[in-house]
């Protein structure tokens, strides 16, 4: 019987996890590791072959990568993000968008071709929260602000990799026909991406509206096994909608069932919940990631998986710090957290499945995406443990000037922080803009790709090509109706064109002019000219290089590309007076239209006090240590440092209990405090004799 077989291979698996569980625990080693050889032993790939199934093992990894992703999603704070702001948003984009790019690189020097590259850059995009807590756990590091740093931006990397696995599900239908379609993929990608973004801003704002209600409910009234139910509800509700009703992946719905679970008053207690659920089930992932792998294939592509590995590590490196470099960290963090984010993360494995099941390429991604992930899992521990060490000698081969100019940018960074203009400080004011330029680059995207729906259309596909028919100079096609659409988009998105050049000029301006604060002086001067007109051709080139990509959907010659796009820089550059007269004109009537100046000012709440108290719900047990004692006797406050601000029992509710409240078993308390407080506090009431 099928379920026989699969309880049978649920059997082994968790019985394998548990032996080698023990024995990398005495041994100090790696624990995803031991599970990944664990899987492989069992597989039928070697040996005997205990688990052969291919669909119990895709039911088994299925539920697996399930709950591990609740996990990582009841770790995920929308407030700890948005506390920490830029400084962890930033590097986890640039790390991610580089490492893409990296590994498209990669993938070209492999001899790989273009779909296979950047492949390889989404397998290698995104580091595992789950093993970088881990490590940092294991070496006594967490709580230290590298290391907060470190999970915060995997934590993002995790959002963003949800994405790309959404871009990628798009790029499969897109190809599904076995045709490469450069709008039809770059369609079914929007379509994809934009049912994604309905679910999630369905679920995040329904989800944090009821459900941590629902859950502080449940946590005030019931005890740990309806807690543990009611989780798991949510999160096999979440996920089956996501997958089963909106084809996306559960992974998706998983993350986001614990990320607004975790939303709840009572986050702590449901973590300890099911958190013995979780564990198991990671480890049946891991196992179950090691019951595809083949060892034949891994040996046969080891040379690749080195290469890939060094690759990885060292790009991690360099992206992380730099970026955490650029956000205003301190250099010897910096490199820590480049040297902390040096592993792969589950969706490596979920990233190869998906691109070998959809037939994107034919190498074993999968194999190398294994073996990635064990040296890089192997490594990263010894890596972190002396990146003291390393950071030392590496700093050697700086000079004083670079260190000089590293303090400089620090303060510099600190400066533009907290410095304000119009009561606003020059982050937030440069974050305005920066928010326009996207607004502005979403809009040309929009515009071709009406252009596009509208060269779809009968009459103009006809019309098209009859004027492809046309004749050609020199025998060379001239790609006439390709040129007419490009043509046509660049002229109506051209307006957005000035205005995405227009911010991006006022960009490099207050970078220019904000960096280098200093008595006027021609020197002063030359260096903020220079620095400017660095930055504005920069921004030139990328805005060009834009056009490009979105003009190939058209047309593929580079020459007849680069004469349209010289023809709009010249239409624009004659029409500049026009396209300002009418930008000043849209934002002053934007201006008006959401002036908030005239309303009453709000009290200042500052983040930090938010974050940093919470509030939780403790119900003695029956043979509680502290029955019968009085707050007063137990000398509360002074030995946890956190508050009691009611106490239920059967009597009924006392909001404001003083020091001569006598406690008694079963009674249900609310306790406010710091994380640190909240857990001292706990585990005093919970002591049992």
């Not at 539920?63 to 999603?73: A, K, P, Q």
């Not at 020097?109 to 595992?128: A, Q, R, V």
């Not at 939303?263 to 449901?270: F, L, S, T, Y």
């Not at 440069?430 to 252009?451: C, K, S």
């Amino acid at each position: 019987m099928p379920e026989m077989s699969f309880f049978a291979d649920m059997s082994i698996v968790i019985v394998v996890a548990a032996v080698v569980g023990l024995v990398f625990s005495r041994l100090r080693l790696p624990m995803t590791v031991g599970y990944i050889l664990a899987g492989i032993i069992v597989g039928p790939h070697v040996g005997p072959a205990l688990i052969s199934s291919e669909g119990n093992i895709k039911m088994l990894s299925d539920l697996g990568v399930m709950f591990l992703m609740f996990s990582i999603g009841l770790g995920f704070s929308f407030r700890r993000v948005r506390q920490m702001g830029g400084g962890v948003v930033f590097p986890a984009i640039w790390d991610v968008c580089f490492m893409v790019l990296g590994g498209f690189l990669m993938g070209k020097l492999l001899g790989w071709n273009n779909l296979e590259g950047f492949l390889l850059g989404m397998i290698l995009c995104d580091s595992s929260t789950s093993i970088a807590a881990k490590t940092l756990e294991e070496l006594g590091w967490l709580g230290k602000r590298f290391a907060d740093n470190t999970f915060a931006i995997a934590l993002i990397e995790d959002v963003l990799a949800i994405l790309l696995i959404a871009v990628l599900n798009g790029v499969a239908g897109g190809m599904a026909d076995g045709t490469a379609d450069y709008w039809a993929t770059a369609a079914t990608v929007g379509r994809q991406l934009g049912i994604l973004a309905l679910f999630l801003i369905g679920v995040i704002v329904t989800g944090i509206l009821f459900v941590p209600r629902l859950m502080n409910y449940v946590t005030d009234h019931f005890g740990d096994e309806i807690v543990l139910m009611a989780s798991l509800g949510i999160c096999f509700g979440v996920s089956c909608l996501a997958q089963e009703g909106l084809n996306l992946s559960l992974v998706v719905g998983a993350f986001l069932a614990g990320a607004v679970i975790a939303e709840a008053r009572a986050r702590r207690r449901i973590e300890r919940a099911v958190k013995p659920v979780t564990n198991l089930f990671a480890a049946v992932f891991f196992v179950s990631v090691g019951l595809m792998v083949d060892p034949v294939v891994l040996w046969e592509n080891l040379a690749t998986v080195i290469f890939v590995t060094l690759g990885m590590i060292l790009l991690k490196l360099l992206n992380c710090t730099f970026s955490c470099i650029l956000v205003g960290e301190a250099p010897r963090d910096a490199f820590k957290v480049g040297i902390g984010m040096g592993q792969v993360a589950e969706f490596a494995f979920l990233i190869a499945a998906l691109g070998m099941t959809h037939g994107l390429s034919d190498r074993p991604l999968y194999q190398i995406a294994v073996g990635v992930a064990l040296l890089c899992t192997a490594t990263n521990p010894y890596l972190l443990k002396t990146s003291d060490r390393l950071y030392t000698l590496t700093s050697h081969l700086f000079g004083p000037k670079a260190h000089e100019l590293m303090k400089w940018y620090r303060r510099w960074s600190a400066e533009l922080r907290s410095r304000r203009e119009g009561g606003q400080t020059m982050a937030t004011h440069l974050r305005g803009h920066f928010i326009l330029l996207g607004v502005d680059l979403a809009m040309i995207a929009i515009l071709f790709t009406g252009v596009y729906v509208a060269s779809r259309i009968p009459v103009v596909v006809e019309f098209r090509a009859w004027l492809d028919a046309l004749w050609h100079p020199f025998g060379y096609p001239m790609n006439w109706s390709g040129m007419l659409c490009a043509g046509t988009a660049l002229l109506v998105s051209a307006p957005a064109f000035w205005a995405t050049h227009h911010t991006w000029n006022e960009i490099s301006k207050h970078i220019a002019e904000d960096a280098f604060a200093g008595p006027e002086g021609r020197r002063l001067t030359r260096v903020r000219r220079f620095v400017r007109d660095v930055l504005r051709a920069t921004g030139l080139v990328a805005i060009i290089a834009y056009a490009v990509f979105l003009c190939n959907g058209f047309i593929q010659s580079l020459w007849l590309m680069a004469l349209l796009i010289l023809t709009t820089i010249t239409f624009v550059a004659r029409s500049s007076k026009r396209f300002r007269r009418d930008y000043n004109a849209s934002h002053e009537v934007l201006s008006r239209a959401f002036d908030v100046s005239a309303l009453p000012p709000e009290d200042p709440v500052t983040m930090e006090a938010i974050i940093a108290v919470h509030t939780e719900t403790v119900t003695l047990p029956r043979n509680a240590a502290v029955t019968g004692k009085t707050l007063g006797e137990l000398d509360f406050r002074q030995a946890t440092g956190a508050s009691v601000i009611s106490v239920s029992s059967r009597k009924g509710a006392n909001v404001s209990p003083g020091r001569d409240t006598r406690l008694a078993s079963g009674d249900t308390l609310v306790i406010v405090g710091s994380d640190e407080e909240l857990a001292r506090a706990t585990a005093l009431l919970t002591q049992t004799t």
